[in-house]
């Protein structure tokens, strides 16, 4: 069936590093495919999406890129901050009535 | 625009005792979904529902209920608490194969 596999953490990086998330998912369909972010205490919010092929989704400094050809989507920052510490959820949808698939999240911590 | 609201915010229950949670979403969307969040884990999702008088089982749905009697609420029922209930609960809403919207989560806490 549909599924998502994101790295495991927790990734603890320094400030100013350089961020990747791994995302896979299954070749099923033709999905969407998001980020989001939960920040501490908070409900999850969308970080970014791509809903086709070859698509890159934007936002606050993070990249991914919808790969077919691997069945990726991997997460990318060039420059963390320590306000980037949250989990992150990679996820897909497929067309009809089947709900979101959510990995498992990964959590990150920015350290100063 | 309130987008997803959650009500109540916390809870504290004892085992055996019933409650709504309420989800009401201003958003016009057909889908809504209910999932748990325990600590240091994943969503698991309970139930959900692809438009008003429908709702369907998602991956944990033992112990709970929902009803979707108006297109803008859903809610998700506990008819007897168990202390394997306690957990972060979320709701969500979303248009057709589209960005979900989170609310802001109920912390329930079952003795």
């Known amino acids: 069936g549909d599924s998502v596999t994101q790295m495991e953490g927790p990734v603890t990086l320094s400030e100013e590093a350089f961020l990747t998330i791994n995302c896979t998912y299954t070749?099923?369909?033709?999905?969407?495919l998001f980020w989001y972010v939960q920040y501490p205490g908070e409900g999850l919010q969308l970080l970014l999406k791509?809903?086709?092929?070859?698509d890159k989704g934007s936002n606050k400094g993070f990249e991914a890129t919808y790969r077919k050809e691997t069945t990726s989507f991997h997460l990318e920052k060039g420059s963390v901050q320590v306000s980037d510490s949250a989990v992150y959820f990679c996820a897909r949808i497929n067309s009809g009535n089947t709900p979101l698939v959510f990995g498992k999240g990964t959590r990150l911590s920015v350290i100063a | 625009n309130a987008g997803v609201t959650q009500t109540p915010k916390f809870r504290v229950l004892k085992t055996g005792q019933s409650m709504t949670l309420l989800c009401a979403q201003d958003m016009n969307h057909e889908y809504m979904y209910w999932y748990r969040q325990d600590p240091g884990m994943g969503l698991r999702l309970i139930h959900y529902s692809v438009g008003e008088g429908t709702t369907a089982k998602g991956e944990v749905p033992d112990g709970y209920n929902v009803s979707r009697l108006k297109k803008q609420n859903f809610l998700l029922g506990l008819e007897s608490a168990a202390p394997s209930q306690t957990s972060v609960y979320f709701c969500a809403s979303q248009k057709f194969r589209d960005t979900q919207y989170f609310g802001p989560g109920t912390r329930l806490t079952v003795l």
């Open positions: 791509a809903t086709k092929a070859d």
């Open positions: 070749a099923t369909g033709y999905p969407s």
